[in-house]
C-alpha cells in the first residue's frame, strides 16, 4: 500500500508546497511574543528565583584573580523573558531598547525587603525598571525593587 502523498499525481507538487509553507510559519506563530514593559514611571510586577551572583567590582570590573573587589548582587532569574521598550514618558534618562531580558539586577533600598531575600526562592517582586549605567549594576535592566513576596 502506497500512501497518498507519494504516489505519482497531479495533487504531489501541491500538498508538497502547502505543507512546506506550513513548516516555515508554524515556529513563528506556535512560540508566545515576549511581554512588553516600559521603564519608570511604570510600576511591573515579575515572578522569578532569586539569586545572588558574584561578580568582580573596583577598580577596573574585569577580573577578581586580578586584584579586582568582590561584588556581590541580588539577581531574579525571571519566570518569562520580556522585552522594555522606551516611550516618552519614561523617566529614565539612559533609557533603551532591550529585548528577551530572562534576569534583572535587584536595587532594593527598602529595609523590609532584606529579611524576605531567601536565595533558591520563588518570588513575586514589584517596582519600576531603570537601564544599567556604572559597574556596579550587573544586568541590563535593574529593578528599583518596591516589594518582594515569596510564591508558593
Do not use: C
Not at 514611571?41 to 528565583?49: F, R
Not at 579586582?68 to 525571571?78: G, H, P, T
Not at 534576569?103 to 531567601?118: C, E, F, M, S
Not at 536565595?119 to 535592566?141: E, I, P, Q, W
Amino acid at each position: 500500500m502506497k500512501y497518498l502523498l507519494l504516489e505519482e499525481s497531479p495533487m504531489r507538487d501541491s500538498v508538497y508546497i502547502i505543507l512546506l509553507m506550513f513548516s516555515l510559519f508554524l515556529p513563528f506563530s506556535a512560540e508566545a511574543a515576549n511581554r512588553i514593559l516600559h521603564y519608570k514611571p511604570e510600576v511591573v510586577a515579575l515572578k522569578g528565583i532569586v539569586e545572588v551572583q558574584t561578580f568582580p567590582g573596583p577598580p577596573n570590573y574585569e577580573s577578581i584573580k586580578a586584584g579586582d573587589k568582590i561584588e556581590k548582587a541580588w539577581i531574579l532569574r525571571l519566570d518569562e523573558p520580556f522585552d522594555i521598550v522606551t516611550t516618552q514618558q519614561d523617566q529614565e534618562p539612559n533609557a533603551e531598547l532591550e529585548n528577551n531580558v530572562k534576569v534583572i539586577h535587584l536595587a532594593i533600598d527598602n529595609d523590609a525587603i532584606w529579611p524576605k531575600l531567601k536565595v533558591g526562592k520563588h518570588v513575586l517582586v514589584k517596582g519600576s525598571f531603570y537601564h544599567r549605567f556604572n559597574g556596579h549594576h550587573h544586568a541590563r535592566v535593574l529593578l528599583e525593587t518596591q516589594s518582594l513576596d515569596e510564591v508558593k
